[in-house]
């Protein structure tokens, strides 16, 4: 309600009056960011406030500061992307966190991680294992910041099948949690269920954006660091 407004006045008189010449890049930087966090959000991929930072953030730094350019590297010139890109590359280093502690739970309860869910893809697996861990179901229960990664499903014949979930969603947690307690309290969960920490974007888009402001893109720099260019 503030953000939004004020900055698309600030960058719009900066354009009009002094880049009149940068103002479809203006228009381009902004439309692609909007398209780009529409997209995101209603694929599940992160939450309302997230995709309205990045827009505010397309409206107030289109385009990497001026002043700051011979700081940095390499920036998209969709300053904004820069900022997504960094953030989600932050966000990815939580992997390894998942892994120590899936690895971690397997040892000290010598139980299979995808016990009762074997007939799920191996794709699956591979991005619930990295991007969630396994909780007893009291933990599901009473904390609210973590999310269920699997459901429990009504098969054809009436039986029940837990399936791994991918993206899951804030508007559906409360009843897919209710079908993992109810399960549970029959008996047809007993090793844990795979949840995912309700860890906003935004945090990550925060640090991503100081990082980009003085370092540049992260990915940039890593694919030089790794492929030895100057």
């Known amino acids: 309600m503030f953000f939004a407004p004020s900055a698309f006045v600030l960058t719009a008189v900066e354009y009009v009056f002094f880049a009149p010449d940068l103002l479809l890049f203006f228009i381009l930087s902004f ?21 309205k930072a990045l827009m505010c953030l397309a409206l107030a730094l289109p385009y990497y500061p001026v002043y700051l350019l011979p700081n940095v590297a390499f920036f998209s010139p969709i ?3 820069t900022v997504f890109s960094n953030a989600v590359l932050l966000a990815a280093f939580t992997v390894v966190y998942a892994l120590l502690r899936n690895t971690a739970w397997k040892f000290l309860t ?3 991680l995808f016990a009762g869910l074997e007939n799920e893809s191996v794709w699956r697996k591979i991005l619930v294992l990295t ?19 699997e459901d429990v499903m009504v098969k054809e014949d009436g039986l029940d ?4 979930l991918v993206f ?4 559906t947690r409360e009843a897919t ?30 640090v991503g954006l100081i990082v980009a402001l003085l370092f540049g893109d992260l990915v940039w720099l890593i694919l030089r660091s790794i492929l030895g260019s100057r």
């Open 131 to 149: 991007t969630g861990y396994k909780v007893k179901l009291a933990t599901l229960e009473k904390n609210v910041h973590i999310y269920p990664l």
């Open 31 to 51: 439309t692609v960011t909007f398209v780009l966090s529409i997209v995101l959000f209603y694929a599940g991929a992160f939450g309302g406030a997230d995709a």
């Open 177 to 206: 949690v209710a079908r993992i307690l109810s399960a549970g309290q029959e008996g047809k969960i007993q090793n844990g269920v795979w949840v995912t920490p309700g860890l906003p974007l935004l945090i990550f888009i925060t």
């Open 168 to 171: 899951p969603k804030d508007e």
């Open 110 to 112: 010598g139980t299979k």
């Open 79 to 81: 300053f904004p992307i």
């Open 161 to 164: 099948q837990r399936r791994l």
